[in-house]
């Protein structure tokens, strides 16, 4: 059965919004503390307003590497060792390929590939102490469905994806012998802002015909499942979880 989460220390990504700010709150409910990292500090700051001093706002941009390197300092001195680590942030730029819209291609990359990457590498050491003192220690990387489907429109952003997943995949096989637990869920519709930032009309045409015509899962849902992983006994790994909602195909 799930434990509760007290005396962990957590670290969410894209905790400003959507699947991060809902993942903070289910962490801090079972007693975790938790660093919220998302570039929108007044977002931030509200939440740590909601939470209380279970929750750390740490504004940064995870796409640029000298933020994170001052991130993990700061949390560091204010929390201690990481051994929970939701890299969560991303961005869903959707448009025609032919649109050219090079600018998005670059930011997706940056933040759902690089910035995903630099996280992990950020605090792999604290939990590689964590799992090396027989404690649970998490990386859970939030990917998606459209790591394997395709979608017509969003191809850059499924690559990244998709480049997201089999890093997960391959990481964990590295860093399964050392008791750290490598988790990657792939949600699929999830109720947030992310698809707010689409401004193609077409592909907006779609995403509104999928609201339409389904229910789509909750940020809490996602938030419950990854506090859920999180509180499995330390020798229990999911690695691998698509979480879908029931009507989507
Ligand atoms: P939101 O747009 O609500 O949340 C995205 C979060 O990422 C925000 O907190 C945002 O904060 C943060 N973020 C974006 N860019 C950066 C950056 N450069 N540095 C730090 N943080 C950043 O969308 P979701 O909650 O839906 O998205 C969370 C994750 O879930 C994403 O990786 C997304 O791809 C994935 N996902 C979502 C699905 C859905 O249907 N919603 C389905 C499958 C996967 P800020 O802008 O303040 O920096």
């Not at 930032?197 to 789509?216: C, F, K, S």
Request: charged letters at 20%.
């Amino acid at each position: 059965a799930a434990q509760p989460l007290t005396g962990r220390i957590a670290v969410v990504t894209g905790a400003s919004s959507g699947i991060g700010a809902a993942t903070a709150r289910a962490l801090s409910a079972r007693g975790a503390r938790v660093a919220l990292l998302a570039r929108r500090a007044d977002r931030l700051d509200g939440l740590v307003a909601e939470l209380g001093d279970r929750a750390l706002a740490v504004p940064t941009d995870v796409a640029d590497p000298d933020a994170i390197g001052r991130a993990a300092a700061r949390i560091a001195d204010e929390l201690g060792r990481v051994d929970l680590v939701v890299n969560n942030a991303g961005v869903m730029l959707a448009a025609p390929f032919e649109d050219r819209r090079t600018d998005d291609w670059h930011r997706m990359i940056d933040i759902n590939v690089t910035g995903a990457i630099r996280v992990a590498d950020a605090f792999l050491a604290d939990l590689i102490a964590t799992a090396a003192e027989g404690r649970p220690a998490d990386l859970i990387d939030i990917s998606s469905v459209a790591a394997h489907g395709t979608f017509p429109s969003f191809a850059v952003y499924c690559a990244t994806k998709a480049a997201l997943t089999h890093f997960s995949r391959n990481l964990r096989a590295e860093l399964a012998p050392r008791r750290v637990r490598v988790t990657n869920i792939e949600p699929g519709l999830v109720a947030t802002e992310l698809q707010g930032h689409v401004d193609h009309p077409d592909v907006n045409a779609v995403i509104d015909d999928w609201r339409d015509t389904l229910t789509w899962l909750s940020d809490a849902d996602l938030g419950d499942l990854i506090a859920h992983v999180a509180g499995l006994p330390w020798h229990v790994n999911l690695p691998h979880i698509v979480a879908m909602p029931t009507e989507q195909v």
